[in-house]
T-cell receptor
Framework: GESVGLHLPTLSVQEGDNSIINCAYS??????FIWYKQESGKGPQFIID?????DKRQGQRVTVLLNKTVKHLSLQIAATQPGDSAVYFC???????????FGTGTSLTVIP | DGGITQSPKYLFRKEGQNVTLSCEQN?????MYWYRQDPGQGLRLIYY???????QKGDIAEGYSVSREKKESFPLTVTSAQKNPTAFYLC????????????FGPGTRLTVT
């Protein structure tokens, strides 16, 4: 089966600093990736996505980088705020796009 | 107010009882999904449905059943055959047909004792 994993289970950053959350995936044929944010007791919320024909995509305060050579995905959050504290998941799609495989998540804590 | 609703938020059952979790969406999405989340783990796919009256097993379908009689509804039944049913259950939907982004409901926390 697919394997999606995160390098660090927890990350603590000072408010205002930039955060980088990493993710490794195993299926070189995966063509779509999503980052989700999940607050305690709630469902995941979409943050940003990227297709395999791109290396970088930017949103509001967030950037996703995709390195297909080493099958690595990262999420960068600029000027991290207390409201960014949550668990962040990466997910990769199967070839058909019908199934997603999720990593275990990284817990981000922002220190005021 | 469009979105996905799951009810109830918390559910308690005795071991040996079947229980059905509700998932409704008014986004007019074709595809719907059920995931299970355990502490410290990622989401694992139980079942998914790409269209009404059709569904497929995910990675951990044993002990679960679903139906998709209506486009907006995808109920999940946790049967007594599921060995470890206590978990956080998440329902999601996507437009389908090449639109991959999944929208999640708020989840139902099921506790079986």
């Amino acid at each position: 089966g697919e394997s999606v994993g995160l390098h660090l289970p927890t990350l603590s950053v000072q408010e205002g600093d930039n955060s980088i959350i990493n993710c490794a995936y195993s299926n070189s044929a995966s063509d779509y990736f999503i980052w989700y944010k999940q607050e305690s007791g709630k469902g995941p919320q979409f943050i940003i996505d990227i297709r395999s024909n791109m290396d970088k995509r930017q949103g509001q305060r967030v950037t996703v980088l995709l390195n297909k050579t080493v099958k690595h995905l990262s999420l960068q959050i600029a000027a991290t705020q207390p409201g960014d504290s949550a668990v962040y998941f990466c997910a990769e799609s199967s070839n058909t796009g019908n199934q997603f495989y999720f990593g275990t998540g990284t817990s981000l804590t922002v220190i005021p | 107010d469009g979105g996905i609703t799951q009810s109830p938020k918390y559910l308690f059952r005795k071991e040996g009882q079947n229980v059905t979790l509700s998932c409704e969406q008014n986004l007019n999405h074709d595809a719907m999904y059920w995931y299970r989340q355990d502490p410290g783990q990622g989401l694992r796919l139980i079942y998914y449905s790409q269209i009404v009256n059709d569904f497929q097993k995910g990675d951990i379908a044993e002990g679960y059943s679903v139906s998709r009689e209506k486009k907006e509804s995808f109920p999940l039944t946790v049967t007594s055959a599921q060995k470890n049913p206590t978990a956080f259950y998440l329902c999601a939907s996507s437009a389908g047909q090449g639109s991959y982004e999944q929208y999640f409901g708020p989840g139902t926390r099921l506790t079986v004792t």
